[in-house]
Each structure stands twice: as structure tokens, then as C-alpha cells.
């Protein structure tokens, strides 16, 4: 059946509500399609398909453990060269709000002295970095979407997933107003590194983040990346690509079978906009994706799993013999070629589990292994990060902290990660400590627009957003 794994991302977000302004409440509610069967070859609706590849302990990846040590940071090496001339340049830069950069670019030009139109922009990129206030990290909002409905009649078929679809996914169309109307608002995407820095002694400090008067700094994250094989034909994107001018672009299986090319999804979407509107990014930033590895990343099927043809799901068992040509190792190549071209635009990229587990209720051994399978099938894919995004709103402690106790963290911390994200419902969860970064997340989807219209109005008008060919009531938990 095409539709066994009914509902994964609806699991993201069930327990999402257990958080509130007042912290984070447990998460050990009884909600049937959360409990997946991990390795199952028969999956319930709504069951996550969380372990369809062989244990990383027993199968070497030949063919993907080279690791290009991609940084989590935007990697300035790795910008496109263009033939902007320095003052076109500096324009970009300072629109993005960094100033000194603007200035020390300018400055450092062997003509600078000589050159007035140079030293007029200095002086006025001078004037505009001192109007410029820091903004309190303690009240940064962090918004995230999972994967965008790009034809609503498919994806609201009144079929099994149309339900889960409903509850936790956004249109493109709704995702278009919510954005516009943000940055109608003042709103600017930055980053959680932006918001804290790891010390070269290990330790954690604060970061700064300068604005001038009226802009709003945000942090955007999409969850599953992925384009898993439940989701096929049911109106959403397919991969990510590299178009012919080395842009980042969605395809899209259309009825016929033939390929469209275009903005389809959150990636796209958000590049054409800053094109159009350099100032909704500081310094260049993006989002992030929280990217899970059991059907593979950015819509290409590189787990281990498809090249060895062991302990498959059904859906990756159709895959394959729907797809006797498969190439592991060109699809491996395809999906570096799509995330270093996503790092180079300011994108990044967090763990969000490789079998999209509940933190809160896995055991510590379950994780190390499930890690260990991110590390291996992965990173070396989108380059190791520091951010972890935990799947089904979880996390490993609760609303008062980490502390050296919790066997989880301490876990995680070695690994390398710093920066934790939740889900949380309040309008701001941050906790800046010396050892770690934690930030909770908002979710902005059907649930919420339909019954927590208020809670968004802070950043957008649910009534200008609505997207009117929704089903409606919404299904609630």
C-alpha cells in the first residue's frame, strides 16, 4: 500500500501542544501513530517507518564516508564567484545588515582614497550601523513548516493522509502570504550560531545580533527533507535539484509522468524571495532543514539500505523495482551536488535523528545507534552540523534545563552537538548557557492557524494566510 506510513509528520507535532509559555510538560501521551515499529516490514497508518536500513555497526558505506568537513556556519569559501564590482558588493552586504563587512570591503580596495562614490557609501553605511540596537536573543522566535502542499487537490483527496496532511502541513500559497507577511512586518532570518557561539575552549557564548530600529530577527527550520515514499502522488515535490543555472529548484511528478521544474517547496521559495528581498536575510542567513536518513535526504535515496537491498520497507522494496536502473552512487553524488549548492545560498542543516526518534521516550543505546547511523549515512552527505532538532516535539530534559546528570545530553554533547530545538508554543524559548544553546520551536501549519489563530498574530493575519481550498474543521489531536 502507498500509504502505510499515513500521518509521519503529523507525529512530528502531536505532542508539540505538551509545551506552553509556562515550559515543557511531559510527553508520554497515548497517541497510537507515534508508537513506530522500528525494522517493521508491515507498518500501521500512521506508524513511522523509523529503521528500514541495516545497523551501522555491520555495514560499511563505502561509498559515502568521505566527509567534506562542510560546516554548519555559512562557508564564505564556498559563495559563487560573480563579477559584482565592490561597491555592488558592499550594497548587498550592508542591505544584510553587515555593515563592517560592507566597510572593510570597501576600505581594503586599492582606489579607496581616490574613489568618492566608495567613501560616500562608508559614511553611509556608517551612519546606518549606528542606528543600529541589540537585539534581545531571550525574545528571537523560531518558526519552522514541514513539507509544502503544492496541489491541494491531491494532498486533500479525502484519501488516508489527507487528515494528517490537514493538521500539519502548509500550502504553498499559504506559505507565500505567511512570509510576505512577515516581512511586511520587519522580520530578518537568522541563525541559532548568530545567537550563540561555540568558544574555541569548547564553552558557549553569547552572540549579538545588531538591527536597525524596526526589524525583527527569526529563526526558520523545515522538518524531513526528504520526500519519503508515503507522500508520492499526493500533491507535494519530489527532490530538490541543481537547475542548469546552478540554482536550487524543486521537481514535481506531474499525472503524465513528465517533470516540472520549479519553486515548490521551502528551499526554492525562500531563495526567490530574498533575490527579490536581499533584506530578509542577515548577513546571508537562511533556515535550517532537520533531516532524518531512512529513506535517504533531499528527495535521493541514499541510505545504505538501497544499495544493499537488506532489511527493506515495502515502500523502498516498490522503489527499487520500480527503478531497476538505480544508481547508488550517482544518487549519492546528486544529493552533495544539491546540498553544497544549499550551504553556498546560506542554508543549513541540523540532525533531526536518522529514524525520526522520540528522544524522551528511546533509550540511551537506541540513540547511540541511531546516531551513530546519522554520522555514517548522513553527514558525510550535508556535512556534519552541531544542531540537533528533535523529532515529535520531544527532547531530553525538561523546561528548567540540561544538567551534567542527564545521560542523553551528555551523549549528544560529545557527538558534537550544541544547539538543541524543541517545540515549544510560547512565542519565545531560548536558554543561552556555557555549554549548550536550546531554542524552542513554533509551529506554523493547519492545527495551529485553525485553532490558535491568536497565538500567530504576532507575525501574521491567519485570516490574509487561509487557504481557502483547506478541509475544514481541522482534524484535532
Same mark, same amino acid.
Not at 155 to 172: H, L, R, V
Given at each position: 500500500?502507498?500509504?502505510?506510513?499515513?500521518?509521519?509528520?503529523?507525529?512530528?507535532?502531536?505532542?508539540?501542544?505538551?509545551?506552553?509559555?509556562?515550559?515543557?510538560?511531559?510527553?508520554?501521551?497515548?497517541?497510537?501513530?507515534?508508537?513506530?515499529?522500528?525494522?517493521?516490514?508491515?507498518?500501521?497508518?500512521?506508524?513511522?517507518?523509523?529503521?528500514?536500513?541495516?545497523?551501522?555497526?555491520?555495514?560499511?558505506?563505502?561509498?559515502?564516508?568521505?566527509?567534506?568537513?562542510?560546516?554548519?556556519?555559512?562557508?564564505?569559501?564556498?559563495?559563487?564567484?560573480?563579477?559584482?564590482?565592490?561597491?555592488?558588493?558592499?550594497?548587498?552586504?550592508?542591505?544584510?545588515?553587515?555593515?563592517?563587512?560592507?566597510?572593510?570591503?570597501?576600505?581594503?580596495?586599492?582606489?579607496?582614497?581616490?574613489?568618492?562614490?566608495?567613501?560616500?557609501?562608508?559614511?553611509?553605511?556608517?551612519?546606518?550601523?549606528?542606528?543600529?540596537?541589540?537585539?534581545?536573543?531571550?525574545?528571537?522566535?523560531?518558526?519552522?513548516?514541514?513539507?509544502?502542499?503544492?496541489?491541494?487537490?491531491?494532498?486533500? $483527496?479525502?484519501? %488516508?493522509? /489527507?487528515? !494528517?496532511?490537514?493538521?500539519?502541513?502548509?500550502? &504553498? *500559497?499559504? +506559505?507565500? =502570504?505567511?512570509?510576505?507577511?512577515?516581512?511586511?512586518?520587519?522580520?530578518?532570518?537568522?541563525?541559532?550560531?548568530?545567537?550563540?557561539?561555540?568558544?574555541?575552549?569548547?564553552?558557549?557564548?553569547?552572540?549579538?545580533?545588531?538591527?536597525?530600529?524596526?526589524?525583527?530577527?527569526?529563526?526558520?527550520?523545515?522538518?524531513?527533507?526528504?520526500?519519503?515514499?508515503?507522500?508520492?502522488?499526493?500533491?507535494?515535490?519530489?527532490?530538490?535539484?541543481?537547475?542548469?543555472?546552478?540554482?536550487?529548484?524543486?521537481?514535481?511528478?506531474? $499525472?503524465?509522468? %513528465?517533470? /516540472?521544474? !520549479?519553486?515548490?517547496?521551502?528551499?526554492?521559495? &525562500? *531563495?526567490? +524571495?530574498? =533575490?527579490?528581498?536581499?533584506?530578509?536575510?542577515?548577513?546571508?542567513?537562511?533556515?535550517?532543514?532537520?533531516?532524518?536518513?531512512?529513506?535517504?535526504?533531499?528527495?535521493?535515496?541514499?541510505?545504505?539500505?538501497?544499495?544493499?537491498?537488506?532489511?527493506?520497507?515495502?515502500?523502498?522494496?516498490?522503489?527499487?523495482?520500480?527503478?531497476?536502473?538505480?544508481?547508488?552512487?550517482?544518487?549519492?553524488?546528486?544529493?552533495?551536488?544539491?546540498?553544497?549548492?544549499?550551504?553556498?545560498?546560506?542554508?543549513?542543516?541540523?540532525?533531526?535523528?536518522?529514524?525520526?526518534?522520540?528522544? !524522551?521516550?528511546?533509550?540511551?543505546?537506541?540513540?547511540?545507534?541511531?546516531?551513530? =547511523?546519522?554520522?555514517?549515512?548522513?553527514?558525510?552527505?550535508?556535512?556534519?552540523?552541531?544542531?540537533?532538532?528533535?523529532?515529535?516535539?520531544?527532547?531530553?530534559?525538561?523546561?528548567?534545563?540540561?544538567?551534567?546528570?542527564?545521560?542523553?545530553?551528555?551523549?549528544?554533547?560529545?557527538?558534537?552537538?550544541?544547539?538543541?530545538?524543541?517545540?515549544?508554543?510560547?512565542?519565545?524559548?531560548?536558554?543561552?548557557?556555557?555549554?549548550?544553546?536550546?531554542?524552542?520551536?513554533?509551529?506554523?501549519?493547519?492545527?495551529?492557524?485553525?485553532?490558535?489563530?491568536?497565538?500567530?498574530?504576532?507575525?501574521?493575519?491567519?485570516?490574509?494566510?487561509?487557504?481557502?481550498?483547506?478541509?475544514?474543521?481541522?482534524?484535532?489531536?
Amino acid at each position: 500500500m502507498r500509504k502505510k506510513a499515513a500521518c509521519v509528520m503529523a507525529a512530528v507535532l502531536c505532542v508539540s501542544l505538551g509545551f506552553s509559555g509556562c515550559g515543557i510538560l511531559p510527553f508520554e501521551q497515548d497517541i497510537p501513530f507515534l508508537n513506530s515499529k522500528a525494522g517493521s516490514t508491515e507498518t500501521e497508518k500512521g506508524t513511522v517507518q523509523t529503521d528500514g536500513s541495516q545497523d551501522a555497526d555491520t555495514e560499511q558505506n563505502t561509498d559515502t564516508t568521505e566527509n567534506e568537513q562542510q560546516g554548519t556556519s555559512l562557508n564564505e569559501g564556498e559563495q559563487a564567484e560573480t563579477q559584482e564590482s565592490p561597491l555592488e558588493q558592499a550594497s548587498l552586504m550592508a542591505t544584510q545588515y553587515n555593515y563592517d563587512g560592507a566597510i572593510e570591503l570597501l576600505k581594503s580596495q586599492p582606489d579607496y582614497d581616490s574613489n568618492t562614490d566608495m567613501q560616500n557609501a562608508v559614511a553611509d553605511y556608517e551612519n546606518t550601523k549606528a542606528t543600529c540596537t541589540e537585539y534581545p536573543l531571550e525574545q528571537i522566535t523560531h518558526v519552522f513548516f514541514h513539507t509544502l502542499i503544492k496541489d491541494t487537490s491531491k494532498a486533500f $483527496d479525502g484519501e %488516508s493522509d /489527507s487528515d !494528517g496532511y490537514n493538521q500539519y502541513m502548509t500550502t &504553498i *500559497d499559504e +506559505f507565500n =502570504k505567511i512570509i510576505q507577511n512577515m516581512y511586511d512586518k520587519g522580520y530578518v532570518m537568522v541563525s541559532p550560531h548568530d545567537m550563540a557561539v561555540v568558544n574555541e575552549d569548547g564553552t558557549m557564548s553569547r552572540g549579538s545580533i545588531m538591527l536597525p530600529p524596526g526589524k525583527i530577527p527569526f529563526v526558520l527550520s523545515q522538518d524531513d527533507v526528504s520526500y519519503y515514499h508515503y507522500m508520492d502522488g499526493d500533491g507535494f515535490a519530489s527532490k530538490l535539484v541543481v537547475d542548469s543555472n546552478g540554482e536550487v529548484k524543486n521537481e514535481y511528478i506531474e $499525472d503524465d509522468g %513528465s517533470i /516540472s521544474t !520549479g519553486d515548490y517547496d521551502m528551499v526554492p521559495l &525562500i *531563495d526567490t +524571495f530574498v =533575490k527579490e528581498h536581499p533584506d530578509f536575510s542577515y548577513h546571508g542567513r537562511k533556515g535550517i532543514l532537520a533531516m532524518t536518513g531512512y529513506n535517504g535526504v533531499l528527495g535521493y535515496r541514499t541510505d545504505i539500505a538501497y544499495k544493499t537491498g537488506k532489511k527493506l520497507q515495502d515502500d523502498q522494496k516498490k522503489f527499487l523495482e520500480e527503478n531497476p536502473d538505480f544508481d547508488y552512487k550517482q544518487e549519492v553524488k546528486n544529493a552533495k551536488k544539491v546540498a553544497k549548492a544549499m550551504k553556498a545560498e546560506g542554508w543549513e542543516f541540523a540532525s533531526h535523528t536518522w529514524g525520526h526518534k522520540d528522544v !524522551g521516550a528511546t533509550s540511551l543505546d537506541d540513540l547511540k545507534r541511531d546516531d551513530k =547511523k546519522w554520522q555514517k549515512y548522513v553527514a558525510p552527505i550535508l556535512g556534519k552540523t552541531d544542531m540537533i532538532i528533535f523529532a515529535f516535539g520531544a527532547d531530553i530534559g525538561s523546561w528548567e534545563g540540561y544538567s551534567a546528570d542527564n545521560e542523553k545530553y551528555e551523549f549528544y554533547k560529545s557527538q558534537g552537538y550544541r544547539y538543541f530545538c524543541n517545540v515549544d508554543s510560547s512565542q519565545y524559548f531560548v536558554q543561552i548557557t556555557g555549554d549548550y544553546f536550546r531554542q524552542g520551536r513554533r509551529n506554523l501549519d493547519g492545527y495551529r492557524m485553525y485553532y490558535n489563530p491568536e497565538m500567530l498574530s504576532d507575525l501574521f493575519d491567519v485570516s490574509e494566510v487561509w487557504d481557502s481550498s483547506r478541509p475544514t474543521p481541522v482534524p484535532g489531536m
